[in-house]
């Protein structure tokens, strides 16, 4: 169930060095949502993921965190009240095994709750679960990406930044991600992701911010931009989902 508002970027600047890349961007996300970000290459999406997480600190503007001001709280930090980040690309140690991936993710935790967390996220993963001895460069693509979902799922996550989920993945492993975003969103936790994968991505989001140059250009349900053509033309390119081949 969505609820009150979770995540709250009011004015925030920020980029690299001299080259902002948020230009006072302002936008909500609700507790218990999947908000996608969305926008062409160098809108800003994955930055707003990076500021949020403490890997870029703002230059100005403010971050809250279910009320609490957050901004330029490092990792560590943001981390311990609760937020998970699984950036783009693969970030495993390919020489571990999948059960030593897993126990470094959970190190902030310690081993003893880290061990009885385990269980409970390979249930989301009965691949993985069955490769928990095997290095994890042996595994498949979309089985080291659920590795990496399953390594922030450890420390129970109240908000979930993922960054490109679908990069590499067949169109079936990416449904599997999108079914277990949802799921954890109904359980109470808040999603903020990036996909390029627009059309799927909204099929399981309840909200999406369009982004360019850094700002906010839309914010809409995301059943209304899929129901809407003109916002398919502007935002998604090409046909409506509804037409058939040969029509116009």
């Known amino acids: ?13 920020a980029g690299y060095k001299d080259f902002m890349i948020l230009n006072k961007l302002s936008f909500t996300a609700r507790t218990g949502s999947i908000t996608l970000l969305m926008g062409p290459n160098g809108a800003g999406k994955s930055t707003v993921l990076k500021t949020l997480f403490g890997l870029l600190k703002p230059r ?6 279910n009320g609490e001001n957050v901004t330029g709280a490092d990792p560590k930090t943001l981390l311990a009240r609760g937020i998970a980040f699984v950036p783009q690309g693969r970030n495993l140690f390919g020489n571990l095994s999948v059960y030593e991936n897993l126990e470094l993710g959970g190190i902030t935790l310690g081993m003893k709750t880290t061990h009885e ?3 409970e996220v390979l249930e989301f993963f009965p691949r993985v679960k069955e490769r928990l001895h095997s290095r994890a460069s042996t595994l498949s693509g979309g089985e080291q990406k ?3 979902i399953g390594r922030a799922l450890l420390l129970r996550p109240k908000v979930l930044l993922i960054d490109e989920p679908s990069i590499g993945l067949s169109p079936l492993i990416v449904q599997d991600v999108f079914r277990l975003l949802r799921r954890l969103a109904g359980q109470g936790t808040t999603v903020l992701m990036v996909e390029q994968n627009v059309k799927s991505a909204l099929q399981y989001s309840d909200e999406a911010i369009g982004l360019e140059s850094g700002r906010l250009v839309l914010h809409k349900a995301a059943a209304d931009i899929l129901a809407d053509p003109n916002m398919e033309r502007l935002f998604l390119g090409g046909a409506h989902p509804a037409m058939t081949p040969g029509e116009k």
Not at 60 to 65: A, E, K, P, V
């Open 60 to 65: 100005q503007g403010r971050i809250t965190l």
């Open 117 to 119: 967390r385990m269980p």
């Open 1 to 13: 169930m969505m609820g009150d508002t979770c995540i709250q970027f009011e004015d925030v600047v």
């Open 146 to 148: 659920q590795l990496e």
